[in-house]
């Protein structure tokens, strides 16, 4: 008996599917919430680099400063803003004197703008964990002291999460949910907990807090100044030294919204595609993984109903990503209105990745906050 392409297309999209599926299900069930009880003694120097962030930074700020359950000193690194990010520190500070604002030297050769800042940042610190946000992370109060005492639980060295991510726009919509679903449907959450393996590695640059001494023993920001991409090479550091690493559910720590619109959205995941997806090696089976078992299944349904291949298999196909997506939005606590665009998310996220790999040498840049980096 002849088996039809489309039959076998299925087929290869079902089990493309049950991948993450399965993934997803055993991260979500492993990844331990943060806990709430008392965090381990000791100040958390909460570190925020600032660039042009007037428009972020005062909320960020007020969060940050009504953290509860442990003793937190705040510091801001302006990094040459050119709006009123700096006016509205000071102006904070002045009130309270837990806050500090500092100035960001002039970029030293080879170093990119946040993980500078970064750096500055923890010369600067003296908690006995550091806690690095982003200027449009807005902490819950007991965020600080959660993961305190989540790094204390795990004995690691550096933890992370993602906070809730907020989306106003369909281009945020259409973008921002890929983060989640690489990291709950692709990283093997019990495995990075059992091996030390650097390549298992693996953070949220929005929210990562590690211990002070295990973070200057490894060179901290300083190890990977190159980087656009903190939130893959931080944690594989620590990792490579023999430190542990660990992942929180984030949703209930901190929130923040990334961008404001397509544009942003598209140019900010650009920026750090050559340090992710976009190599010659890894995006083609990145595009077989998530092309086949989350766009194939849509066009398959498609195409069944118009009487070529298996409709159950690409029915099968189709509901199963879409399942994975949905577990992992309402898990997240996501927009669940992101859930029907899941295929076309993908295929973007796709065009994006490729359109950073092929673009023209003399395009090959990143350019972010008014900076600009070679892309590879």
């Not at 049950?18 to 120097?45: E, T």
């Not at 309270?96 to 993980?115: A, C, E, F, Q």
């Not at 449907?185 to 929005?206: K, S």
């Not at 598209?266 to 595009?287: D, Y």
Request: hydrophobic share 50%.
């Amino acid at each position: 008996m002849t088996v039809s392409v489309p039959t076998i297309l299925a087929v290869l999209a079902l089990a493309l599917a049950l991948l993450p599926a399965l993934l997803a299900l055993a991260n979500l069930l492993a990844l331990r919430k943060a806990p709430k009880a008392p965090a381990p003694d000791g100040l958390v120097s909460i570190l925020i680099p600032a660039r042009n962030e007037a428009g972020n930074i005062g909320p960020t700020l007020a969060a940050a400063l009504a953290s509860t359950g442990v003793p937190v000193e705040v510091i801001v690194a302006d990094d040459h803003s050119t709006d009123g990010t700096a006016a509205i520190v000071a102006e904070v500070a002045a009130r309270d004197g837990r806050l500090r604002l500092i100035p960001v030297p002039p970029l030293p050769p080879g170093w990119t703008g946040k993980i500078h800042a970064c750096h500055v940042l923890s010369q600067a610190a003296t908690g006995r964990h550091l806690l690095f946000i982003d200027a449009d992370v807005r902490l819950a109060p007991h965020g600080a002291a959660s993961m305190a005492a989540a790094a204390e639980a795990a004995g690691a060295a550096l933890i992370s999460g993602v906070p809730r991510q907020v989306t106003g726009s369909l281009g945020e919509r259409l973008t921002v949910p890929m983060i989640n679903l690489m990291l709950l449907g692709y990283l093997p959450i019990p495995l990075m907990r059992t091996l030390r393996d650097p390549a298992l590695g693996a953070a949220c640059g929005q929210l990562v807090l590690v211990e002070a001494q295990g973070y200057r023993r490894v060179g901290g920001h300083g190890a990977i100044r190159a980087s656009l991409h903190d939130g893959v090479h931080l944690p594989r550091i620590f990792r490579r030294a023999g430190l542990t690493t660990d992942l929180v559910a984030g949703s209930g720590l901190a929130t923040c919204r990334m961008y404001t619109n397509f544009r942003e959205s598209w140019a900010g995941f650009s920026k750090n595609a050559h340090e992710g997806m976009a190599t010659p090696r890894a995006l083609p089976v990145w595009t077989l993984l998530l092309g086949g078992g989350h766009v194939l299944p849509l066009l398959l349904v498609l195409a069944a109903l118009l009487g070529a291949g298996s409709l159950p298999l690409a029915l099968a196909a189709f509901a199963l990503s879409l399942f994975t997506r949905a577990a992992i939005t309402l898990s997240t606590r996501e927009d669940p209105w992101t859930i029907p665009l899941h295929p076309l998310t993908v295929a973007l996220a796709l065009t994006l990745q490729w359109n950073a790999l092929l673009r023209p040498a003399q395009a090959g840049v990143a350019t972010w906050k008014g900076r600009t980096y070679p892309a590879a």
